[in-house]
């Protein structure tokens, strides 16, 4: 992670002036450049000069925060208080205009240089949050070909070579006062384009989007896990690879609807139970479909191995239940109680019908 950089005294600003370039502004200038492009008159000077300086891949990008072309705009404003306004948006919508305003009678090029990067800077980290994933690893094998997604990449947004080590204010945006765009660059591909995408921008609920955020971008979406963490894992792993390659071998033939490929789920849900019971949860109750389901009944659920063998073989594993060679086996459901760590869970796996 890149350190916290200050640069003290070599900026010709105060972090005051800027203080109006928090990433959730980002929506708000695409607003206005919305208003721009129907009317450039409609906005302030300061504003129209800023636009009319961008290139044609900044313009493009700054449509594309504005929204899909065929959504529907029709919204109340009821649902606006809701779901779109952050609860200070107003006030920073209010402070943005009259430092943009303050910047463009400024006679100062150094501090119109810096306030023209970080708001560059700030459209870049918005076009990650909103396009990242698109550029995630997540092709271990490497068949298919990279996409070229040119809303990531600085030079679209105007940053040459000779501009990537000059400090940029970002006013706490990705958890830093100042960093250089190299920095910037380097945290988001860590963050959005890593082995895990994320995509949460869509999310209509201001505070759940937030928070999303926050935890992503605070650890540049990654877990330290301790040796015992990962040692759990590989357990959980090893025990639902096993089960399901068994399954093959012994039952070759037989209408299987397997969890390969999505192994990681064991130890996932494992990780929610028990973070569940150290919460204070007391019952779980799962309802999922086929695939996978014979694994969580035996891994998760604690239904014996034996039973589940029965059933393959057209037995009943209880004598009240149905009995068949079909699919039954995973029509079925199971309760049971499990300890995760002194903390008593009943779990339930509802019936499939």
């Known amino acids: 992670m890149a350190k916290q950089v200050t640069h003290a005294g070599r900026l010709p600003y105060g972090a005051d002036q800027l203080s109006f370039l928090s990433g959730a502004n980002a929506d708000f200038i695409a607003n206005i450049y919305a208003k721009y492009l129907e009317n450039p008159q409609s906005v302030d000077d300061s504003w129209a000069a800023f636009f009319g300086e961008l290139n044609e891949d900044s313009r493009a990008i700054l449509e594309e925060l504005q929204g899909a072309s065929w959504r529907d705009d029709r919204i109340t404003s009821q649902q606006k208080d809701e779901y779109d306004v952050l609860p200070d948006f107003a006030a920073e919508a209010a402070t943005v205009a009259k430092a943009a305003k303050a910047i463009a009678t400024s006679d100062s090029a150094d501090s119109r240089q810096a ?5 560059r800077a700030i459209m870049l980290i918005r076009a990650y949050r909103v396009r990242g994933h698109l550029a995630a690893d997540l092709d271990p094998l490497g068949l298919a070909p990279k996409g070229k997604h040119p809303e ?3 030079a679209t947004y105007g940053f040459t070579e000779a501009d990537m080590d000059r400090p940029i204010f970002l006013d706490n945006v990705l958890g830093l006062e100042y960093a250089t765009m190299r920095e910037i660059n380097d945290i988001l591909q ?3 384009c890593g082995k895990i995408g994320v995509e949460f921008i869509h999310i209509q609920d201001p505070a759940e989007k937030a928070w999303l955020q926050e935890r992503i971008e605070g650890a540049q979406n990654r877990t330290e896990f301790t040796t015992m963490g990962k040692k759990a894992i590989y357990e959980r792993l090893t025990a639902a690879e096993a ?8 039952y070759t033939g037989t209408k299987r609807f397997g969890l390969e490929g999505g192994e990681s789920m064991i130890p996932a849900v494992e990780q929610i139970m028990k973070r569940g019971g150290q919460l204070g949860l007391k019952e779980i109750v799962v309802g999922m479909a086929h695939r996978g389901r014979l694994n969580m009944l035996t891994n998760m659920m604690g239904k014996p191995f034996t039973a589940v063998f029965s059933e393959f073989q057209g037995n009943a594993a209880h004598p009240d239940d149905v009995q068949g060679s079909g699919d039954v086996k995973y029509h079925l459901g199971t309760s049971s109680d499990r300890d995760f760590d002194g903390n008593n869970i009943h779990l339930s796996l509802t019936a499939n019908p």
């Open 243 to 250: 089960f399901e390659q068994f399954l093959q071998i012994k």
């Open 190 to 192: 860590h963050t959005y």
């Open 115 to 119: 306030v023209l990067d970080s708001l």
């Open 152 to 154: 990531l990449e600085p």
